[in-house]
Every structure is written in structure tokens, then in C-alpha cells.
């Protein structure tokens, strides 16, 4: 299991049926639930777990940054020096942006994916000028979230059940990259459309 597992182990064979589910395929299960969870992840284009983040981003010249990974549930140690700038072109020494916390703001229920500063203040302009470490992801995943990490292992442990490979897991090994959450032999095109539609309301917006 790994920061971005979505559902536990536990919750998974209990999802399966626990009488049918030996410990001698938790580390099979696991690495299921970690590629379906980077599926997800991926297509969301966001963090589900809540999961510490350093980006470095471009500053915009306006009020508004938009992080690579969001939503943003708060900043890292809720201090100064989770957001920093320097110089434009992107070198030199970090200082911090603000030198009040309170200037900085974030929408959960709204624009979640981007911040904003009050009072005037702006991210400055420039390439890799902006240093944000911030907390980024749910505390709780959303239930259909979660339910549909759930559903993509049960189609690839329903799979490695049928197979008849005399190993657990054959028909499961990933077409592309496993880290990437790359399209598996067990979600057809069809499937994966059907899984997406799900959680297509929690997709990343900018």
C-alpha cells in the first residue's frame, strides 16, 4: 500500500467477500489497489488522498495560482514559507510571498483547484518562481470515489479467477506503465469509459 491507496485492504476483501480471500494474496491485492488508485488519480488529474505536495509554478502576474495537484486543504505547517518566491527567471534565493497567512485563501466548495490572494498582492510573474507546499487532496475520499476503486480491483480479481493461468494475476499485468496507472488488459475501452463516467464530476476543472 502506498500514500495514494484509495481503499485499504481491508476494505477491499471485505468488498470481495472475506471467506474468499486467503492472506496469501494481500500483497496481490495491494498492488492492485495501487494501480487502480493511480488510474484514478490520473484521470482525475488530482490527488485523492489527502498527500503533502512541493510544486514549483509559474506565477501568473494576477492574484490566482493554479497548482499541478489539487484541492488544496491547507498548507504545509500553516506557515510563511509554504509559499515562497524569487526571481523571475526562476533562480536565485526563496523569501516568502506574504507576510500574513491570512492573504492567501482557497475555496473547498468551489474553485478548489486554484488560490488566491487578497489585499492586492499578486504571484508575480515569471517561470519557476512560485514555491508552494501545500496539503493537497481529501481527508475522506468521496464515497463514489472509493467505491470505484473498489469496483476496478473486483473486475481484475473477477479476471484472474477465471483465467485459468494457474497464477493469480495473468490477465492483469498492465499494457503500459503500472506507476502511470496505465490501461490494463482487464479494462476494456468500454469498461474504462463506464468507471470514468462514475467520477467524471470530481475531474480537475482548469
Known amino acids: 500500500m502506498t500514500d495514494r491507496s ?28 495501487d494501480l487502480c488508485s493511480g488510474q484514478i488519480e490520473e484521470y482525475l488529474e488530482r490527488k485523492v488522498n489527502a498527500q503533502e505536495v512541493e510544486e514549483v509554478l509559474n506565477g501568473t502576474g494576477t492574484q490566482y495560482l493554479y497548482p499541478s495537484w489539487t484541492p488544496t486543504i491547507r498548507l504545509h505547517d500553516d506557515s510563511l514559507s509554504s509559499l515562497q518566491v524569487r526571481d523571475s527567471s526562476g533562480i536565485g534565493p526563496w523569501s516568502d510571498l506574504l507576510s500574513d497567512i491570512d492573504l492567501l485563501w482557497f475555496d473547498l466548495n468551489g474553485f478548489a483547484w486554484r488560490l488566491e490572494l487578497l489585499g492586492g498582492n499578486i504571484f ?32 481484475m480479481w473477477n479476471e484472474s479467477q477465471a483465467s485459468k493461468q494457474g497464477r493469480l494475476g495473468v490477465q492483469s499485468e498492465t499494457d503500459n506503465s503500472v506507476g502511470g496507472g496505465g490501461l490494463t488488459r482487464s479494462f476494456t475501452q468500454d469498461i474504462l469509459s463506464k468507471l470514468n463516467d462514475e467520477i467524471s464530476g470530481y475531474r480537475r476543472l482548469s
Open 124 to 155: 508575480p510573474i515569471g517561470t519557476r518562481n512560485i514555491r508552494l507546499q501545500h496539503i493537497t487532496g481529501w481527508n475522506e475520499p468521496p464515497a463514489v470515489i472509493k467505491k470505484n476503486c473498489l469496483e476496478r480491483v473486483q473486475i
Open 6 to 33: 484509495i481503499v485499504t485492504l481491508a476494505e477491499m476483501k471485505l468488498y470481495l467477500s472475506p471467506q474468499l480471500v486467503s492472506s496469501d494474496l494481500d500483497v496481490t491485492l495491494e498492488t492492485w489497489i
